[in-house]
């Protein structure tokens, strides 16, 4: 009872794999963006205020969106690769670890 349960479960999310990848994706942006910022902050902080801002705008219209363009893709191949009856139980797991990444890292 409990298979079939996963399988279905698995079945359902395989249908909406680039939804799912597309959540984790913008999931880890979210958490770990703000590193990103500081770190290429870092990196420019001595360069003339119209180049850090041109470097921002870079970054958050366009490096962003290639991460994202990138990653989802990438995700959404390897969870096609699990197995119907492991693949629920593994996107609630990564949900349940990136919300307590977040926690902890205070996000939210």
């Given at each position: 009872?409990?298979?079939?349960?996963?399988?279905?479960?698995?079945?359902?999310?395989?249908?909406?794999?680039?939804?799912?990848?597309?959540?984790?994706?913008?999931?880890?942006?979210?958490i770990f963006g703000n590193d990103i910022n500081r770190a290429v902050k870092r990196q420019i902080s001595h360069y003339h205020f119209l180049f850090r801002t041109i470097i921002f705008v870079l970054?958050?219209?366009?490096?962003?969106?290639?991460?994202?363009?990138?990653?989802?893709?990438?995700?959404?191949?390897?969870l096609s690769q699990l197995s119907v009856r492991y693949l629920g139980l593994v996107v609630i797991g990564i949900m349940l670890a990136l919300g307590i990444i977040a926690e902890r890292k205070h996000t939210f």
């Open positions: 009872m409990i298979n079939e349960l996963l399988v279905e479960i698995g079945a359902w999310m395989r249908g909406h794999l680039a939804y799912i990848s597309l959540m984790i994706a913008a999931t880890l942006l979210v970054l958050c219209a366009f490096g962003y969106g290639i991460l994202m363009n990138w990653m989802a893709p990438f995700i959404q191949f390897q």
